[in-house]
């Protein structure tokens, strides 16, 4: 039962680097979700999905990109890595009863990256 | 955008003690949701609130959605050392565009977040 996981767990990046990190779930739960978290603080939501094909900003997008060929996966794309984006990356997923999103939230383990 | 401010910012308790945070918005929520956070992991579902008023518990733990909509509780009885970590309430922010005028709600956002440390 492995729920959300994300790849990989560590990453070192030296500024202007880009790469992705990996999200996948396995129960079938149509709304997904990026967020960081920086060292003491909250999270802050970079992009969701609500299905496959559809993508919407959170509340910090900038230097970010997503995408949603399916439903079980959900990677986030950094183009040009910079010092600012140093932070703990959390994927999660959660489900709907019908048509309405129960926001309960399943989070992988997390995604720690640092910015040279 | 809306925003959700959580209080106190950090607790220092001693075990056998009872714990009260809260959870403020400026504008109205329709689900309030309660997550834990342990050190190094992902935050784990604690408590889900969907009607004002509504008073739910789980063990130990008792969160209430507050009447104005605005506001939401959660109460620790009898803390115990397992209970330190970060809890978060998280709430669907409204968002109210020309193309949907009811306001889209799957853009869950997270409170700031109340440290808890418990001295055995």
């Known amino acids: 039962n492995a729920g959300v996981t994300q790849t990989p767990k560590f990453r070192i990046l030296k500024i202007g680097q880009s790469m992705t990190l990996q999200c996948t779930q396995d129960m079938n739960h149509n709304y997904m979700y990026w967020y960081r978290q920086d060292p003491g603080m909250g999270l802050k939501l970079i992009y969701y999905?609500?299905?496959?094909?559809?993508?919407d900003k959170g509340e910090v997008p900038n230097g970010y990109n997503v995408s949603r060929s399916t439903t079980e996966d959900f990677p986030l794309r950094l183009e040009l890595a910079a010092p600012s984006q140093t932070s703990v990356y959390f994927c999660?997923?959660?489900?709907?009863?019908?048509?309405?999103?129960?926001?309960?939230?399943?989070f992988g383990e997390g995604s720690r990256l640092t910015v040279l | 955008g809306q925003q959700l401010n959580q209080s106190p910012q950090s607790m220092f308790i001693q075990e056998g003690e009872d714990v009260s945070m809260n959870c403020t918005s400026s504008?109205?929520?329709?689900?309030w949701l309660w997550y834990k956070q342990d050190p190094g992991e992902g935050p784990v579902l604690l408590i889900a609130?969907?009607?004002?008023?509504e008073l739910t518990s789980n063990g130990r733990l008792t969160a209430q959605f507050g009447i104005t909509r605005k506001d939401s509780f959660l109460n620790i009885s009898a803390s115990i050392p397992s209970d330190v970590g970060i809890y978060f309430c998280a709430g669907p922010a409204r968002e109210v565009t020309f193309f949907d005028p009811r306001g889209a709600t799957n853009k869950l956002i997270f409170g700031t977040g109340t440290l808890l440390a418990v001295q055995p």
């Open positions: 999905s609500v299905g496959a094909g559809i993508t």
């Open positions: 609130l969907y009607k004002a008023g």
């Open positions: 999660a997923s959660s489900y709907s009863k019908g048509s309405y999103n129960t926001g309960e939230l399943f």
């Open positions: 504008s109205i929520f329709n689900t």
